[in-house]
Nanobody, 114 residues
Framework: VQLVESGGGLVQPGGSLRLSCEAS????????MAWYRQAPGKQRERVAT???????DYVDSVKGRFAISRDYAKNTMYLQMNDLKPEDTAVYYC?????????WGQGTQVTVSS
């Protein structure tokens, strides 16, 4: 299984980015899909999670700014990130998990700086 992220880049504070994570299998195969991030010198943290039947959850620091979504037809998960802050700078990873598997993408860099 391959998960391929895209959409990272350099953005000014207050700006927006949309990350994509395209899977090589049906994303309905995953019980949960999530976005994680890891900043230099910090542990990887889970940012947003979407469960198979539609509910979602966010870490407090991104609530109201980030939105996770998915498109079954495209086997793709998204992370819309608005009002970005310098502390959002990190490598963002997508994850797909089920009792049978735990798959990760290679990561995409997001840098928020003026």
């Amino acid at each position: 299984v391959q998960l391929v992220e895209s959409g990272g880049g350099l953005v000014q504070p207050g700006g927006s980015l949309r990350l994509s994570c395209e899977a090589s299998i049906s994303i309905f195969s995953f019980t949960t899909m999530a976005w994680y991030r890891q900043a230099p010198g910090k542990q990887r943290e889970r940012v947003a999670t979407m469960f198979r039947y539609g509910s979602s959850d966010y870490v407090d620091s991104v609530k109201g700014r980030f939105a996770i979504s998915r498109d079954y037809a495209k086997n793709t998960m998204y992370l819309q990130m608005n009002d970005l802050k310098p502390e959002d700078t990190a490598v963002y990873y997508c994850n797909g998990a089920s009792p049978e598997r735990d798959d990760w993408g290679q990561g995409t860099q997001v840098t928020v700086s003026s």
